[in-house]
């Protein structure tokens, strides 16, 4: 079993800054690709950054320059840094792992998402 739990959400004014981790547990071999998606009120959930296993980024246009992915293998958890927060960037922000694990089967690789955070920021 793996279980997958965000942390770090809360409410901030436009301009300000959060952090959020993402960590993992359980029965874990190895964690290849970690992303953070979020989702709004009506809408559908989408991309915010992802970070491979050799420390490759990708961002969604609307949050490059202003967030920062980042992973901690030893601790098997994954960061978001983000700055110059604005009201569109609320939402609740889930992690999607893609978490090994050892089965009698030998290695296997499995996609896990946290129930979210929220983040809130107002004008």
């Known amino acids: 079993q793996v279980q997958v739990v965000e942390s770090g959400g809360g409410l901030v004014q436009a301009g300000g800054s959060l952090r959020l981790s993402c960590a993992a547990s359980g029965s874990i071999f190895s964690i290849n690709a970690m992303g953070w998606y979020r989702q709004a009120p009506g809408k559908q959930r989408e991309l915010v950054a992802t970070?491979?296993?050799?420390?490759?980024?990708n961002y969604a246009d609307s949050v490059k320059g202003r967030f920062t992915i980042s992973r901690d293998n030893a601790k098997n958890t994954v960061y978001l840094q983000m700055f110059s927060l604005k009201p569109e960037d609320t939402a609740v922000y889930l992690c999607n792992l893609n978490v090994v694990v050892t089965t009698g089967f030998g290695e296997k690789e499995f996609s896990y998402w946290g129930p979210g955070t929220q983040v809130t920021v107002s004008s």
């Open positions: 970070t491979t296993s050799g420390g490759r980024t």
